[in-house]
Antibody
Framework: QVQLVQSGAEVKKPGASVKVSCKAS????????MHWVRQAPGQGLEWMGI????????SYAQKFQGRVTMTRDTSTSTVYMELSSLRSEDTAVYYC????????????WGQGTMVTVSS | SYVLTQPPSVSVAPGQTARITCGGN??????VHWYQQKPGQAPVLVVY???DRPSGIPERFSGSNSGNTATLTISRVEAGDEADYYC????????????FGTGTKVTVL
């Protein structure tokens, strides 16, 4: 079945970087974009950016420009989201999500990865 | 950026109908998607492209979209429908491109 499995929880100090992985299975990895969405504790959903696993092109929300990097490894059907210069406000659950088609709704979600930023 | 506004909470008795609104400028010209999120879980798509349901989603979930308001309707509400609900659109002229609503907590009385 189609599924996205993310890496485990992380605890980082302010100023550090974190890299979260999302391994896809059950479908042709390069046929669907992949999004990253985060959710701070008790807050709503926030879109961070998108990667095209086929060519590797990316587009990021302006809020994260310069701090986020999304990459992919087609040999393992895995996408990565790296966020640098972490601050306490980056404490959140990070999700990868696959759309139904280009610009479509997000029908498949990873289980989420909790990232805690604390000194 | 494009803003989607939802009521913070909606309360409904079992068996009744819950309506959750999502307000945005000329939202009727966009495709609206709705997600259900239960505590500690990832969101689940319940309605896409204004009114279509993914396989496995009960017919009790329906959507509409016109003018400046999109609406998710949950008919014959059950205890298991208690969750947070988010609307979402894609707007290529906005930053960010993908916008989520503020979220609505549905409480089943």
């Amino acid at each position: 079945q189609v599924q996205l499995v993310q890496s485990g929880a992380e605890v980082k100090k302010p100023g550090a970087s974190v890299k979260v992985s999302c391994k896809a299975s059950g479908y042709t990895f390069t046929s669907y974009y992949m999004h990253w969405v985060r959710q701070a504790p008790g807050q709503g959903l926030e879109w961070m950016g998108i990667i095209n696993p086929s060519g590797g092109s990316t587009s990021y929300a302006q809020k994260f420009q310069g701090r986020v990097t999304m990459t992919r490894d087609t040999s393992t059907s895995t996408v990565y989201m790296e966020l640098s210069s972490l601050r306490s406000e980056d404490t959140a659950v990070y999700y990868c999500a696959r759309p139904t088609h280009d610009y479509g709704a997000f029908d498949i979600w990873g289980q989420g990865t909790m990232v805690t930023v604390s000194s | 950026s494009y803003v989607l506004t939802q009521p913070p909470s909606v309360s409904v008795a079992p068996g009744q109908t819950a309506r959750i609104t999502c307000g945005g400028n000329n939202i009727g010209s966009k495709s609206v998607h709705w997600y259900q999120q239960k505590p500690g879980q990832a969101p689940v798509l319940v309605v896409y492209d204004d009114s279509d349901r993914p396989s496995g989603i009960p017919e009790r979930f329906s959507g509409s979209n016109s003018g400046n308001t999109a609406t998710l309707t949950i008919s014959r509400v059950e205890a298991g429908d208690e969750a947070d609900y988010y609307c979402q659109v894609w707007d290529s002229s906005s930053d960010p491109y993908y916008v989520f609503g503020t979220g609505t907590k549905v409480t089943v009385l």
